[in-house]
C-alpha cells in the first residue's frame, strides 16, 4: 500500500541571480539590437511591450541559471555527486522534482521530498513515485560513465518510507553508452509528430523488450481502434479535470509565467517546451494568461495535435497500482525507454490524464468511471501506472527548468 509520507524538511527556495542592474543591462543590449536608440523612444507604451517582451524571457527561452543543469551531467569528476547531477535531469511529473540526495563516496540514498506533492493531481503519490523512479535510472545509467557499478536496493528502511533508495556504488572501468549520453538532450516533446512516419512493430517491439516483465508490462495501443478508443478517454479526462476545481488549483500551482519565477524557483510547468507555437510562446510571456486559459490551451492541445498526431500509445502496468515498489520500478522502465528513443530519434511525451483521473476517483470514491474504461482497454488485472504517446518529432523539444545537484544534496 502507499506509505503515508511525511515531509522530511522545508524546501529551500534559491535566490535568483539577476538583479536590477543586470535587467537595465538587458534591456538597453535588447534595444541597441533592435535599431531603438535609448533617447529616441517617443511612445511610452510601446517602450513598455518592448521591456515586458525582454522581461519575460521571450528573447531568452532555456537560458539562464534554471536551465544550466542541462550542461552539468558529463562524467567530469568521476564522484558520487556527478551521478546526482544525471539524477536532476529525470523526467518527472509536473516538473516538481520531487527528490533529495543524501551522498557519500561509495552510497547515494534517494529520499522523496513530500513537500512537493502535487495534491489532488497525485493523491496516491503515484506521479511522485515513477519520478522518483526516474531519477534512480538516471543514476545507474550514468555510473558507468562515472567510472562506477550501482547495485539498486528499493524501500531500505521500513521504517522511512520517503527513503525510497539505498545505491551501493563500486569502482568500475569507465565508460560511456548511448542512453548516458541521451541524458542531457531527452526531453518530452508536446509538439505534433509526423504522420508520414510511423512507428514500426519493430521499434515497438525492440522497447517492449527493454522492460523486466517480472515487475512491468508495457501495453501498446497501435492500431486504428485501439488507438482512437485510448485518444477519446484521454481527452476526456482531460475535461474532467479541468471541471474540478480542485485539480485546476493543485495544476496551477506549478505554472511558471514569470521569467524571475523561474530562474529563482527552477522547477515547474512553463510555456516553451508547451508545444505551443512560437508566437503562441511569445506572447504569453507579454500578455497574462488566466488559469482558464491555459486550460483551454491545453484541453486544445490535447485533443487537436497530440492525440490525433500519436503513431502509438503506451501503458506501462503492474498488478497492484499501490505498491511502491511496483511504482519506483515503472519509473525506472520509463526513464530508460526515453533514454533509449532519444537515442533512436523517437520523440515520446506523457499523457496521464488518465491516470490522474483514476487516482481522484480511488482517493474521493467517486463512481470508477474512467478506471472502469481504461480497464476494458488492459489485460485482466492489470493496471496502468504510466501513460504516454510515442511517433516521429516535426520540431525541437525545448527543456525544462532544473534545479542542479547543490540544491537537491543533503548535508
Not at 529525470?90 to 516538481?96: L, Q, S, V
Not at 560511456?176 to 538532450?185: N, Q, R
Request: charged fraction near 20%.
Amino acid at each position: 500500500m502507499t506509505p503515508d509520507r511525511t515531509p522530511r524538511n522545508d524546501r529551500n527556495e534559491p535566490k535568483g541571480r539577476y538583479d536590477k542592474k543586470g535587467r537595465t543591462s538587458t534591456r538597453r543590449s535588447f534595444l541597441k539590437v533592435a535599431g531603438i536608440g535609448l533617447g529616441t523612444i517617443a511612445i511610452a507604451g510601446a517602450a513598455g511591450l518592448t521591456w515586458r517582451a525582454v522581461d519575460g524571457g521571450v528573447f531568452a527561452s532555456g537560458t539562464g541559471e534554471a536551465f544550466a543543469a542541462w550542461a552539468q551531467a558529463g562524467p567530469e569528476a568521476h564522484d558520487a555527486l556527478g551521478l546526482v547531477r544525471a539524477a536532476v535531469l529525470a523526467a518527472n511529473a509536473h516538473n516538481a522534482q520531487p527528490w533529495q540526495f543524501r551522498v557519500a563516496d561509495n552510497r547515494i540514498d534517494v529520499f522523496a521530498d513530500t513537500t512537493r506533492n502535487l495534491g489532488t493531481m497525485d493523491p496516491l503519490l503515484r506521479e511522485m513515485d515513477v519520478s522518483l523512479g526516474c531519477a534512480i535510472e538516471n543514476i545507474v545509467v550514468a555510473a558507468p560513465a562515472n567510472g562506477k557499478k550501482a547495485a539498486v536496493t528499493l524501500l531500505p528502511d521500513p521504517a522511512d518510507p520517503t527513503h525510497v533508495a539505498r545505491i551501493d556504488l563500486q569502482a568500475a572501468e569507465a565508460s560511456v553508452s548511448p542512453l548516458f549520453t541521451a541524458i542531457a538532450s531527452r526531453h518530452t516533446d508536446r509538439n505534433s509528430y509526423d504522420l508520414t512516419r510511423p512507428v514500426s512493430a519493430a521499434e515497438l517491439a525492440r522497447l517492449s523488450g527493454l522492460i523486466d516483465e517480472t515487475v512491468a508490462e508495457l501495453v501498446w495501443f497501435s492500431d486504428p481502434a485501439e488507438k482512437n478508443a485510448f485518444g477519446a478517454l484521454t481527452v476526456r479526462a482531460t475535461e474532467a479535470i479541468i471541471a474540478d476545481p480542485q485539480q485546476v488549483a493543485d495544476d496551477a500551482a506549478w505554472y511558471r509565467t514569470d521569467w524571475h519565477e523561474i530562474q529563482s524557483k527552477k522547477d515547474g510547468i512553463t510555456i516553451d517546451p508547451s508545444g505551443q507555437s512560437e508566437f503562441i510562446r511569445a506572447v504569453s510571456k507579454v500578455i497574462p494568461v488566466s488559469t482558464a486559459q491555459n486550460n483551454a490551451g491545453w484541453l486544445a492541445g490535447t485533443r487537436d495535435s497530440q492525440v490525433p498526431t500519436a503513431a502509438a500509445f503506451g501503458a506501462l502496468v503492474v498488478r497492484d497500482p499501490l505498491d511502491t515498489g511496483e511504482r519506483l520500478a515503472v519509473g525506472r522502465a520509463w526513464q530508460r525507454l526515453h533514454l533509449s528513443m532519444t537515442v533512436d530519434g523517437v520523440s515520446a511525451q506523457p499523457l496521464c490524464q488518465l491516470p490522474e483521473r483514476i487516482d481522484r476517483e480511488r482517493s474521493t470514491g467517486l463512481n470508477p468511471d474512467f478506471g472502469d474504461a481504461l480497464a476494458a482497454l488492459l489485460p485482466a488485472g492489470r493496471h496502468a501506472i504510466m501513460t504516454f504517446r510515442i511517433g516521429h518529432p516535426t520540431g525541437s523539444a525545448l527543456p525544462s527548468p532544473r534545479r542542479p545537484a547543490r540544491e537537491v544534496v543533503l548535508s
